[in-house]
């Protein structure tokens, strides 16, 4: 994906330092301020940061632990991820969401925060970025996901791809 989840990775983890704890280094603070710019919407909206649109398959962590809900990723920017699901969490619901790219040939872990859910014949999911993201090689012993398949770009307005694979949105830890 042009390294842009590796920029949007970088920019999350950067401002994810703690003013009050560890600081960044003034080469830090650049970096952040340049990936900020970078990241920024080309145009006046509610977002601050622009969305891009991509497809691949998700997973992330359901309320009661002990299953991991599954989508379709719909967009991503610097602030947080779209997610097409038959299971959207409710609002204000915090989970991490893990996918791969495999341009990069990372996985990725983000802990987010649900900010608007839709069911119905659309279901989905808006998450915002909170806290530190994680980020690991594919195919390396400490892997974060068990995804062997990653997010493509998309055209604008593309259908979010069937999600037939997991029509009922979650899938039993132990089985993964």
Request: proline share 7%.
């Amino acid at each position: 994906m042009f390294d842009i989840v590796d920029m949007i990775y970088e920019y999350v983890s950067l401002a994810s330092f703690d003013p009050d704890g560890v600081t960044l280094t003034e080469a830090q603070r650049h970096r952040l301020e340049g990936l900020g710019r970078l990241l920024a919407s080309p145009v006046f909206e509610v977002r601050e940061h622009a969305r891009i649109d991509v497809r691949g398959p998700v997973e992330f962590d359901l309320p009661d632990g002990d299953e991991i809900g599954v989508g379709h990723v719909t967009d991503i920017g610097a602030g947080g991820i779209g997610v097409s699901s038959w299971r959207p969490l409710e609002v204000d619901a915090e989970t991490t969401v893990r996918f791969a790219d495999p341009a990069t040939g990372h996985t990725y872990e983000f802990p987010c925060r649900v900010v608007w859910s839709r069911e119905g014949d659309n279901p989905a999911m808006g998450l915002r970025f909170e806290g530190t993201p994680a980020r690991e090689r594919i195919g390396s012993r400490a892997g974060l996901g068990r995804l062997s398949v990653g997010l493509r770009l998309s055209e604008v307005g593309a259908p979010t791809p069937g999600l037939e694979f997991a029509e009922t949105g979650l899938i039993p830890k132990d089985l993964l």
